[in-house]
């Protein structure tokens, strides 16, 4: 049974830091791609973030968070890492995790892609 749970969620103020994580079990080694998406109230989730999880490792960012956020894995801890720096109030919503089984039909930033999800974390940014 795959089990996705995030956590490091919080309250921070305006070019405050977070540090997300997701906790992965069950079988992450047929995971192909992770990822991080986020759903602000009454918008879609939108991708924030992707990256491999067994080869060579290369991210993928959505363009309002490049350079700010930088996502990570650590495969001996089966986690998902996702590192956010000079925080925004529009970058307040609730962030989930999520685990494709496979790549290729779907693009990586659609939530199609993502087989399994987390139960997400609230991100709330003060001004």
């Known amino acids: 049974q795959v089990q996705l749970v995030e956590s490091g969620g919080g309250f921070v103020q305006t070019g405050g830091s977070l540090r997300l994580s997701c906790a992965a079990s069950g079988s992450t080694s047929s995971y192909n791609f992770m990822a991080w998406f986020r759903q602000a109230p009454g918008k879609e989730r939108e991708f924030v973030a992707a990256?491999?999880?067994?080869?060579?490792?290369?991210?993928y960012y959505t363009d309002s968070v490049k350079a700010r956020f930088t996502a990570s894995r650590d495969n001996a801890k089966n986690t998902l890492y996702l590192q956010m720096n000079s925080l925004k109030p529009e970058d307040t919503a609730v962030y989930y995790c999520a685990a494709a089984l496979y790549y290729g039909d779907t693009p990586y930033y659609s939530t199609t892609t993502y087989n399994y999800w987390g139960q997400g974390t609230q991100v709330t940014v003060s001004s």
């Open positions: 990256l491999r999880w067994k080869s060579v490792l290369t991210t």
